[in-house]
């Protein structure tokens, strides 16, 4: 029954990306904070970690739950990848705005579209001791007959959460939510 859930879900996730946000050139800085980096070098670090994951996926409210060591971190944590905000063409297209702890480090950052065709609606980043914390995404894409929008949290050694609701015309919404904590 989960073979059915992590498939639907990957149509229902992968539907609703917009695809005309062609990957980013080696040569061009990061003028963002690297969210495809961080999550590469996060995925290399759960390959090699494995991990067990207490998974548990949401369709419509049906819940299904798994605990599972072989994960495909490329593909569960893609999405994420997906959010980048570093295109030349974004430079100037977020609001930064950065919050400082009592020692005058940086403790948050959080990036905020000013243009509402932007599908990255907002990055936040949490730092702790100068490590990322925690990660908050919000993402929007819309097209003629969908739209949809995805909340995704991630933890670094903890897990992740996706909440994804995507609507087309002439049919009902559907909602996936999807928990996933690394033991």
């Not at 994951?53 to 971190?73: M, P, Y």
């Amino acid at each position: 029954m989960i073979s059915r859930w992590h498939i639907i879900g990957l149509v229902l996730l992968t539907a609703c990306q917009n695809t005309t946000t062609g990957s980013q050139s080696a040569a061009t800085s990061k003028h963002f904070f690297d969210l495809e980096g961080y999550m590469a070098q996060e995925i290399n670090r759960l390959q090699q970690a494995n991990p067990e994951v207490d998974k548990t996926a949401a369709l419509n409210g049906e819940q299904s739950n798994i605990q599972r060591k072989d994960i495909q971190f490329k593909e569960e944590l893609n999405l994420f990848v997906d959010s980048d905000i570093n295109r030349p063409a974004w430079r100037d297209k977020y609001r930064v705005d950065s919050t400082l702890n009592s020692s005058g480090q940086v403790a948050s950052r959080t990036y905020t579209a000013i243009e509402d065709k932007l599908p990255t609606r907002k990055l936040e980043v949490f730092y702790s001791n100068g490590a990322v914390d925690s990660l908050f995404i919000h993402y929007r894409s819309r097209s003629l007959i969908t739209q949809s929008e995805r909340w995704l949290s991630y933890s670094p050694g903890k897990g992740y959460s996706i909440k994804s609701i995507q609507k087309r015309m002439g049919s009902e919404s559907r909602e996936l939510d999807v928990k996933a904590r690394y033991k």
